[in-house]
Every structure is written in C-alpha cells, then in structure tokens.
C-alpha cells in the first residue's frame, strides 16, 4: 500500500500537507504519491502560479515523494481515481475552507466514501 496527499499543485499551502504525507510514508517505509487534479492540463497560468507550483515540485522531490498530476472534470472523483489507481490507503487532504452554498473538495472526497482514510490537515494560521 501507500500514502497520498492530495493538493492543488499552485496552493502555497501544500507544503504543509505534503509534508504531513511523507513523514506518515516514511515511518511506514512507503512509497508518497502527492494526487494534484486539475480541470485543464493546458489552462492558463499566471506566473506566480507556475512559481508556486515549481516551488511544490522542488518540495515533493525532496521529500522523495511522487508527483501525479491527472486532469479532471470533477476533482474530488480525479483524487479518489488516482489514489486506487496508485494503491494509497491513507489519503492526506486540508481542510476545507467555508463554503456557504457549494461542498468543498474535501468535503465531496468523504462524500464518495473512499476505499481508504482520510487524515484531514488543519489550515495554516
């Protein structure tokens, strides 16, 4: 088996999930996949997006972590597919952030009741 993180690749904030992730990987001697799901491989994205994401790279490779970057109409189905598809059994996500109308993905992702747990990360403050 193996343990995930599921993360939006230009979040400033992943760090602290990825880094949550492997730790959880590394005491259990396993392999770390870090699941970003985006609706478009080919969007647009600003520059200080592709920093941030090239900063979350440099991190999930020196954490000896795998990248797995798939692209998805429906994030929270995108993240679960790709975890069984890579066999995580311990899938790490932050927390969501309020939403008064529309669910979160986190909150979607325990929705769909996953083949796996769930370890939800507490934001930043």
């Known amino acids: 088996m193996s343990i995930g993180a599921a993360v939006d690749i230009t979040s400033p904030d992943a760090g602290k999930i990825v880094a949550a992730a492997s730790l959880r990987a590394h005491e259990r001697g396993e392999q770390c996949f ?16 592709a920093e941030i994401a090239a900063r979350n790279l440099g991190l999930i490779a020196s954490r000896n972590a795998a990248p797995i970057v798939h692209e998805a109409d429906d994030v929270a189905r995108g993240i679960v597919a790709a975890a069984k598809s890579f066999g995580v059994d311990v899938l790490f996500v932050g927390s969501p952030r309020r939403r008064t109308i529309l ?5 979607k992702l325990l929705q769909l009741a996953p083949p796996f747990e769930v370890v939800v990360v507490a934001a930043m403050t």
């Open 34 to 49: 870090v699941i970003s799901i985006l609706r478009s491989l080919t969007g647009d994205r600003s520059d200080e997006e």
């Open 103 to 107: 669910r979160s993905v986190p909150e």
